[in-house]
């Protein structure tokens, strides 16, 4: 992990609250698929702490980029900064997709909005790793598909099935349909899938997968702190297999942001999320 002030080489705006941002570290990292940089705009004072953005593109040992939705202080902050400004970088943080002997099975790597950030780098290196993999990438409509690379995903030529809720492109409706419709239809077997989108598409991927026995991961987008470990801010309830109605919590930034999907108390955190 370093700390390091990054230089913007882009920050480019793809459409109205979305950016892909390009920065130059300055120092090698090695960042797997689904790791993440906690990261700040230099100039700006507010807010204090940094923002946690998976790494959506490694272009070389000192050069990534991010794909990132302004939402609040933090991301408003980010969009500001300039080409040649500074921006505070912690990374890589967290764990990664498992990959390794994969090769040979299936995977389903299910995508929804701005949670495609994470994923992309995954279907990159399934794909180099000869696993067959399907991808289902949800969207709220057409613009928010194309803000959130739909394009990147279509270059990999992978079996794509499309939705978006008002049916603007693909299938109207959640991703979790044709997802729960391939399971049907035998498409989990020998399969993993990999999902990365909102809580409740999480929560309804991980009931489809627990259905179907199909195994499940999914990248946790808490809130959080620090990034590392220390102040117990971005927390989840997980399983123990305990006494009932007793949980044991992880850190998101440490444990994760990767986890089972069947280890996660989805009631209990959904009222936190
Ligand atoms: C491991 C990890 C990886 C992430 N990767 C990305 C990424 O690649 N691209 C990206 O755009 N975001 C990503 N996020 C989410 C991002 O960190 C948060 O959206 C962050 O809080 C934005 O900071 P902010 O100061 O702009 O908004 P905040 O001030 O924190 O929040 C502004 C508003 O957005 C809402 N909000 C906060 N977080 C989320 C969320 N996750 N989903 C929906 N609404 C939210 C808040 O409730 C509030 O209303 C990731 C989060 C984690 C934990
Ligand atoms: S964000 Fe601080 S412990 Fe996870």
């Not at 995977?107 to 399907?134: F, P, T």
């Not at 199909?214 to 620090?226: D, I, W």
């Not at 801010?233 to 992880?250: E, Q």
């Amino acid at each position: 992990m370093i700390e390091t002030l990054a230089t913007v080489e882009s920050n480019r705006e793809l459409a109205p609250g979305y950016r892909l941002l390009t920065l130059d570290l300055k120092e090698d990292v090695k960042v797997s698929p689904g790791q993440f940089a906690m990261l700040k705009a230099h100039a700006s004072i507010e807010p204090l702490l940094r923002r946690a953005l998976a790494v959506y593109r490694v272009h070389g040992p000192r050069r990534l980029s991010f794909l990132y939705q302004v939402l609040g202080r933090g991301t408003e902050a980010l969009s500001q900064v300039e080409e040649e400004g500074a921006v505070e970088a912690l990374l890589p943080l967290g764990n990664s997709w498992p990959i390794e002997g994969s090769a040979g099975q299936r995977a389903i790597v299910v995508a929804g909005g701005i949670g495609s950030a994470s994923v992309l780098m995954l279907c990159e290196e399934l794909s180099a790793s000869h696993v067959d993999v399907q991808l289902f990438f949800g969207a709220a409509s057409e613009h928010a598909a194309a803000c959130c690379r739909l394009e990147d995903f279509r270059t990999l030529g992978l079996p794509l099935a499309l939705t978006t809720d008002d049916g603007s492109l693909g299938e109207r409706g959640f991703v979790t349909a044709p997802l729960e419709r391939h399971l049907r239809d035998g498409g989990g077997e020998g399969a993993a899938i990999y999902a990365c989108g909102p809580w409740a598409m999480m929560r309804a991927v991980a009931e489809i997968a627990a259905q179907f026995e199909v195994r499940c991961l999914v990248s946790l987008e808490a809130p959080m702190g620090c990034g590392f470990g220390v102040c117990v801010g971005c927390v989840v309830a997980v399983k123990t297999g305990g006494p009932l109605g007793y949980d044991s919590y992880k850190r998101v930034c440490t444990d994760g942001s990767i986890f089972p999907a069947e280890k996660i108390r989805w009631e209990v955190n959904a009222m936190t999320q």
